[in-house]
């Protein structure tokens, strides 16, 4: 089984910008869609952007203008780059895949709808 793995959260101050990265733990064949979630403390996990396989993104409202999610087919990695980050954006980030190729023992395998174990984002003075 193929696991998601994020890095790049961290503390930064209102107006700061982070950027995050999630790639698969081992090798795959290819990723379809991609996406970036977050939850926020007491609250549900809501979508921040995706990217399709060809390079089509949609945001969320609060992230147009602010955020840009963009990946590396020769990696299968995927990017969140997140700019005027406010207080508000305070949450933990998933990485989604909606499908995952991967070869195991010789046979194509698919995974669907994988996630990553999230990386933590606050955005504090």
């Known amino acids: 089984q193929v696991q998601l793995v994020e890095s790049g959260g961290g503390l930064v101050q209102p107006g700061g910008s982070l950027r995050l990265s999630c790639s698969p733990s081992?090798?795959?064949?290819?990723?379809?869609?991609m996406a970036w979630y977050r939850q926020a403390p007491g609250k549900q996990r809501e979508s921040v952007a995706l990217i399709s396989s060809g390079g089509s993104t949609t945001y969320a409202d609060f992230a147009k203008g602010r955020f840009t999610i963009s990946r590396n087919n020769a990696k299968n990695t995927v990017y969140l780059q997140m700019n005027s980050l406010k207080p508000e954006d305070t949450a933990v980030y998933y990485c989604n895949a909606d499908e995952i190729k991967y070869y195991s023992y010789l046979i194509l395998r698919t995974q669907f709808n994988s996630w990553g174990l999230g990386t933590p984002v606050t955005v504090s003075s």
């Open positions: 081992g090798s795959v064949f290819s990723i379809n869609n």
